[in-house]
């Protein structure tokens, strides 16, 4: 496994775009966000001459099923796994999760192993077979205790059952999630995020499939990241331990604090594995 740090300028990413064969990335949202999210990474990557696809999830976007009613994880989950199943049987993504997207990422590498070329986590949850033990939830689930009372919370199944739902404040969205991005993304984020499904995030688990561990992995770290702090990163990365590990000075959301460098590391990766 290899570590690299990347700095925030744009060195090579020209001459990666000319030897590389243009592939299909597919860019998964964490919880709360949307395909929106990477409208920067999108317009980057479309540029040099990749297809690019970025899903919304279920209750996530614009998709307009409420939150509060999606309940499981696979219910979550549906639109990526429909996805993937209408690909041709010979075509191959890069499939990249952010945050809570790593999940959906782990979950289509143990469904869709053959469908996908590369997987990348970027500041995501990266556990084989999601959250089965105390260590899983203490290594991927965000703590913002720090932060005090963070989340607006939804009750769909009613006051005296679990939550449903969850996003955080908008006060404290740009002190959170955003502390390095420009202050128009974070408007933006602020205008755009929606309350996510916890109750489905929370029951994922995944059967390992045939063939997942063939699926090559890699990890970019966020190294100011104050919602999956670092250490529960590389606690993930120590446990199940991709390919290649790279290291953005970023918040939790790099597509916006740090484009250029995620770009350029995208298209690094995409021409690595050609």
């Keep these: 496994m290899g570590e690299e740090c990347v700095d925030m300028k744009m060195e090579g990413?020209?001459?990666?775009?000319?030897?590389?064969?243009?592939?299909?990335?597919?860019?998964?949202?964490?919880?709360?966000?949307?395909?929106?999210?990477?409208?920067?990474?999108?317009s980057l990557i479309e540029s040099c001459g990749y297809k690019v696809t970025s899903l919304d999830l279920k209750g996530a976007g614009i998709d307009p099923s409420d939150p509060n009613t999606i309940l499981s994880f696979h219910d979550y989950n549906k639109p990526l796994l429909d996805f993937l199943s209408s690909l041709p049987h010979n075509e191959q993504v890069i499939l990249v999760g952010h945050s809570a997207g790593g999940m959906s990422v782990t979950d289509a590498i143990h469904k869709f192993p053959k469908k996908i070329k590369v997987a990348v986590y970027i500041a995501a949850t990266m556990l084989r077979t999601g959250f089965m033990s105390q260590q899983d939830i203490k290594d991927g689930v965000p703590d913002l205790s720090e932060f005090g009372d963070v989340y607006d919370i939804g009750f769909g199944l009613g006051p005296e059952k679990p939550p449903t739902s969850v996003v955080v404040k908008k006060s404290l969205q740009r002190?959170?999630?955003?502390?390095?991005?420009?202050?128009?993304?974070?408007?933006?984020?602020?205008?755009?995020?929606?309350?996510?499904?916890?109750?489905?995030?929370?029951?994922?688990?995944?059967?390992?499939?045939?063939?997942?561990?063939?699926?090559?992995?890699?990890?970019?770290?966020?190294?100011?990241?104050?919602?999956?702090?670092?250490?529960?990163?590389?606690?993930?990365?120590?446990?199940?331990?991709?390919?290649?590990v790279y290291t953005l000075e970023s918040d939790h959301s790099p597509f916006f604090s740090a484009p250029l460098a995620l770009f350029g590391l995208l298209v690094k990766v995409a021409a690595s594995f050609d």
């Design 175 to 244: 002190e959170i999630i955003y502390q390095m991005s420009p202050l128009e993304d974070s408007t933006l984020a602020s205008i755009l995020l929606r309350p996510g499904p916890i109750k489905a995030l929370q029951s994922a688990r995944f059967k390992e499939g045939e063939g997942a561990e063939r699926v090559r992995r890699i990890y970019i770290r966020t190294t100011h990241d104050r919602v999956l702090k670092v250490e529960q990163q590389d606690a993930m990365i120590r446990r199940w331990k991709p390919q290649h």
């Design 13 to 42: 990413v020209e001459e990666k775009c000319k030897r590389s064969e243009r592939g299909h990335f597919v860019l998964i949202h964490g919880i709360g966000g949307g395909g929106w999210c990477w409208y920067k990474i999108r």
